[in-house]
T-cell receptor, first 116, second 116 residues
Framework: GNSVTQMEGPVTLSEEAFLTINCTYT??????LFWYVQYPGEGLQLLLK?????DKGSNKGFEATYRKETTSFHLEKGSVQVSDSAVYFC???????????????FGQGTILTVHP | GAVVSQHPSRVICKSGTSVKIECRSL??????MFWYRQFPKQSLMLMAT?????????EQGVEKDKFLINHASLTLSTLTVTSAHPEDSSFYIC????????????FGPGTRLLVL
């Protein structure tokens, strides 16, 4: 079955530091890949997505590139802010048909804390 | 756009009672809604997929008689936790996929359930 593995956290950075959160996946077919962010006590917000190999998703200074050869979708940001402190989830959406179509499989989440 | 609401945001109930959680897509129609459960500091676990006008599809290990799901319209799905017990205490999150949409899901803010 499909699976997503994220780097273990928590990750603690100083403001303006460079961020990388690794994500690798196992899936059949051609899944779409997502990064979601969850702020304390809230639901998930879509941060960015990529639907095919070599696509780059970007939003709010965050980027991730769909690498089929390494089955990866690492999240990066050049300069983090205190407001980026949250839990980040990597996810894939099944491309299989039937009742499995579009079902999301999540990684375990990575807690990011950014200090001033 | 693409706003999903949940009600209530938090609920406390006595053991043995039933609790209903509503999930609404406010500005789009959703043929498919998903219900997730999230334990503290853990990832989201898909409980069931709800399709408008048909029976929900439950994930393996999820008791369908305990977690009743109804998707009565294109903008509303409900999850009823029947005969709740303390082990049902959790954060329940719904998501909605727009009609005609592909894989993107939009998440509600979540409902915190505490069973005493």
């Amino acid at each position: 079955g499909n699976s997503v593995t994220q780097m273990e956290g928590p990750v603690t950075l100083s403001e303006e530091a460079f961020l990388t959160i690794n994500c690798t996946y196992t899936a059949t077919g051609y899944p779409s890949l997502f990064w979601y962010v969850q702020y304390p006590g809230e639901g998930l917000q879509l941060l960015l997505k990529a639907t095919k190999a070599d696509d780059k998703g970007s939003n709010k200074g965050f980027e991730a590139t769909y690498r089929k050869e390494t089955t990866s979708f690492h999240l990066e940001k050049g300069s983090v802010q205190v407001s980026d402190s949250a839990v980040y989830f990597c996810a894939l959406a099944s491309s299989a048909g039937g009742t499995s179509y579009g079902k999301l499989t999540f990684g375990q989440g990575t807690i990011l804390t950014v200090h001033p | 756009g693409a706003v999903v609401s949940q009600h209530p945001s938090r609920v406390i109930c006595k053991s043995g009672t039933s609790v209903k959680i509503e999930c609404r897509s406010l500005d789009f129609q959703a043929t498919t809604m998903f219900w997730y459960r999230q334990f503290p500091k853990q990832s989201l676990m898909l409980m069931a997929t709800s399709n408008e006008g048909s029976k929900a599809t439950y994930e393996q290990g999820v008791e369908k008689d305990k977690f009743l799901i109804n998707h009565a319209s294109l903008t509303l799905s409900t999850l009823t936790v029947t005969s709740a017990h303390p082990e049902d205490s959790s954060f329940y999150i719904c998501s909605a996929r727009p009609a005609g949409g592909r894989e993107t899901q939009y998440f509600g803010p979540g409902t915190r359930l505490l069973v005493l």
